[in-house]
């Protein structure tokens, strides 16, 4: 009896649609990473067939396959925030009523800038684990297929040996790479009071080996069995257990390993977010065709994309990397809908994953870059959330970890300023720009000098004037030159510019092939973030204010992640 009942229950949902006569048309679109866009296609042709309607007007759903990072900008470019990596829209890319990205993270990373941005749904409709692909002979080296490795294996190949050659993808353009990166970092942190010095080792290795596209990174992979070539290509590189599913499939010459290291990364987790704006009859649309994709035969059809369902398992078709454990990964990262930038639901914080990509760009991109400290009386203030350490005091300390993590390949100088530190000038040179290969311990030695000046005021906008000619003055290609100001106060130099002044001789000052980033890092309730912003809206850069000094390392490396084009 139960069976005659489930068996005409289902034929009654199925003559709901495919006896229904719709007619019209109630057009939905969607945009999907390219893996899984096939998949879902099949799956938009079958509902078709089916008679997929919203009441009696028949739905047409075009699926468009669309690098998420192109996606993102678009959507960014709409909530009026930027994404660090990710750049402007490209004129092809185009806002869908549903947006099946590659990974969560990409939600993540724009509803904790934009808080407009809060898709519906966001629930996973497929997985890729996050691997660690690695040529087959050298992963047996490793005790593949037996031995379960862990991240911190990993890291410690990647510090200490000099066999293996890693790789990764541009993380702030790929959801696997960042996957990868958070993986590792989070083993470094592991390492005690020599966390910064193991995460920092361990980026600037993977930095080495960074590409811009994953066709590029898979290319360098060997391409012969020799020997040498196996040991001169590619070693290993965080990619999605689907990338390494395709590569295989074209018979290489030497396959691709995929090892699930402990604990495992956060997964591919393609959510189905339907994005804001969306009419009543394209969400209603939008949540019809997403019920189509929760059966066994759409399951099926990722199998035959080489991805697993959003449990982990995989469905008919799915050829297994030798050694795949199922289920596998981790469980979707999906976010509540209209919280798109809180924690997520698999415990991931945006605020984890800013600094992970903020570390990643200062250690990774070349810079010349003037850091001007605020030594003025009220640097002296003690702050409770730091042990009652002064301002002066952590501002120093923010500044000594952040040029930890520049290699020798960035310029920097240290300037400080006040009010008639030097005759009536207000600023005084301690190190004059220079690469770090040569005066890491210059910078170093005068950090102690670094001291306030009791009953000094702030002479802001002179100061920065004369910093912003200074970096112009040895201007150099094919790096980001900026200025970056950390100040707990407003102009306080009647003797000085005006505002006015200032912003008349930035704008004289300005020169498009020459551009010079500003940013200032505001500590305390003092600043003035509208005087600030209207110097950086003539100069470009961003302002960044936090009211507890203690934050003022996050904010540097949020400020230092903050880069435009590079001129060449």
Excluded at 80 to 93: C, E, P, R, Y
Excluded at 134 to 146: F, K, R, T, V
Excluded at 276 to 298: E, K, M, N
Excluded at 475 to 481: E, I, K, T
């Amino acid at each position: 009896m139960a069976l005659v009942v489930v068996a005409a229950g289902g034929w009654l949902g199925y003559q709901r649609f495919a006896g229904s006569s719709c007619s019209g048309e109630l057009p939905l679109t969607l945009s999907a990473a390219p893996e899984v866009a096939p998949a879902l296609r099949a799956a938009a042709d079958q509902w078709r067939t089916d008679g997929g309607a919203v009441g009696d007007t028949c739905v047409a759903i075009e699926i468009t396959a669309t690098d998420p990072v192109d996606v993102a900008a678009v959507v960014a470019g709409q909530h009026g925030v930027a994404l660090a990596g990710v750049g402007q829209a490209s004129g092809t890319a185009v806002a869908p009523d549903v947006w099946v990205p590659d990974s969560s993270t990409w939600l993540l990373r724009l509803g904790s800038l934009a808080p407009g941005f809060t898709p519906a749904n966001t629930e996973s409709v497929a997985r890729s684990p996050v691997v660690v692909a690695m040529p087959e002979p050298l992963a047996a080296g490793l005790g593949w297929p037996n031995q379960q490795l862990t991240w911190t294996d990993l890291l410690q190949q990647i510090t200490t040996g000099t066999d293996l050659r890693t790789g990764i993808v541009e993380p702030t353009r790929d959801a696997a790479g960042l996957a990868g990166l958070l993986a590792l970092a989070a083993a470094a942190g592991e390492a005690g009071e020599n966390a910064q010095q193991a995460t920092t080792a361990a980026l600037r290795t993977l930095a080495t080996g960074r590409s811009a596209l994953r066709d590029d990174l898979l290319a360098r992979f060997p391409r012969s069995a020799d020997p040498a070539s196996i040991a001169s290509s590619l070693g290993a590189a965080a990619l999605s257990e689907e990338d390494v599913i395709e590569y295989n499939a074209t018979q290489p010459p030497i396959a691709l390993a995929a090892l699930y290291l402990d604990p495992a990364p956060m997964s591919l987790d393609y959510p189905y977010a339907v994005l804001p704006g969306a009419d009543p009859a394209t969400a209603a649309a939008a949540s019809g065709f997403f019920d189509v994709l929760r059966g066994a035969l759409f399951r099926d059809r990722l199998g035959d994309q080489g991805l697993r369902s959003p449990d982990g398992t995989w469905g008919a078709g799915f050829v297994a990397p030798q050694g795949a454990p199922s289920p596998a990964g981790t469980a979707p990262v999906t976010t509540a809908p209209g919280d798109a930038g809180g924690t997520a639901a698999g415990g991931l914080d945006p605020v984890v994953i800013d600094r992970a990509l903020a570390t990643w760009t200062a250690v990774t991109l070349p810079a010349r870059m003037l850091a001007v400290i605020d030594v003025s009386g009220s640097m002296l203030q003690p702050v409770p959330t730091a042990n009652d350490a002064s301002r002066a005091d952590v501002t120093r300390e923010a500044a000594r970890r952040g040029m930890a993590l520049f290699d020798d390949s960035w310029a920097l100088g240290l300037w400080i300023f006040s009010t008639e530190l030097q005759g009536t000038q207000d600023w005084r040179e301690l190190v004059p720009i220079g690469p770090l290969s040569s005066q890491r311990a210059v910078l170093e030695a005068a950090l102690p000098q670094v001291v306030p000046k009791r009953n000094g005021n702030t002479g802001l906008f002179d100061t920065t004037l004369a910093a912003y000619l200074a970096v112009q003055e040895d201007w150099a290609p094919g790096r980001v030159n900026s200025v970056v100001v950390f100040t707990d106060g407003r102009n306080e130099d009647d003797n000085g510019l005006t505002r006015d002044q200032l912003l008349a001789q930035l704008a004289d000052a300005a020169d498009p092939q020459r551009p010079i980033q500003v940013i200032f890092i505001g500590i305390g309730d003092e600043v003035s973030q509208e005087e600030l912003e209207s110097i950086t809206n003539t100069t470009g850069g961003g302002v960044f204010v936090t009211e507890d000094p203690a934050n003022i390392g996050d904010i540097l490396l949020k400020a230092i992640a903050l880069r435009p084009t590079v001129v060449r």
